[in-house]
């Protein structure tokens, strides 16, 4: 099984970045690999922000994502980040990043909803204040 660990949380104000990442360990992330970014605030469902598809590079954004955030990667250290950018209050909630190998891209486009993953990190805090 994989082993993810997101990093880079913090606290920062409202308009401020932060660049959240997330690190495999006894895997790698190579060719063939979906990688997916989501969140949960307190009280609320999980919510899909992004993918990206490996061998490509493709990635495909959730509706709170876009053009605020962007997933990238670098396989050379099995590793796939989130920056997030502008953000606001309502972005306040744990991260988490998800990884499963093997599928295409229209299979990673579908993990969006948070389901066909199999490992998942214990996600990292995000708090945004005014």
């Known amino acids: 099984q994989v082993a993810l660990e997101e990093t880079g949380g913090g606290s920062v104000q409202t308009g401020g970045s932060l660049r959240l990442s997330c690190v495999a360990s006894r895997y790698v992330i190579d060719n063939n690999s979906c990688i997916g970014w989501f969140r949960q605030a307190p009280g609320k469902e999980r919510e899909g922000l992004g993918v990206?598809?490996?061998?490509?590079?493709?990635?495909s954004y959730g509706g709170s994502a876009k053009g605020r955030f962007t997933i990238s990667q670098d396989l050379a250290k099995s590793t796939a980040y989130l920056d997030l950018n502008r953000l606001d209050t309502e972005d306040s909630a744990m991260y988490y990043c998800?990884?499963?190998?093997?599928?295409?891209?229209?299979?990673?486009?579908?993990?969006?909803?948070?389901?066909?993953?199999?490992?998942w990190g214990k996600g990292t805090q995000v708090t945004v204040s005014s």
């Open positions: 998800a990884a499963q190998k093997g599928g295409n891209w229209i299979s990673c486009t579908r993990r969006l909803s948070g389901t066909g993953f199999g490992s």
């Open positions: 990206i598809y490996s061998t490509y590079g493709y990635t």
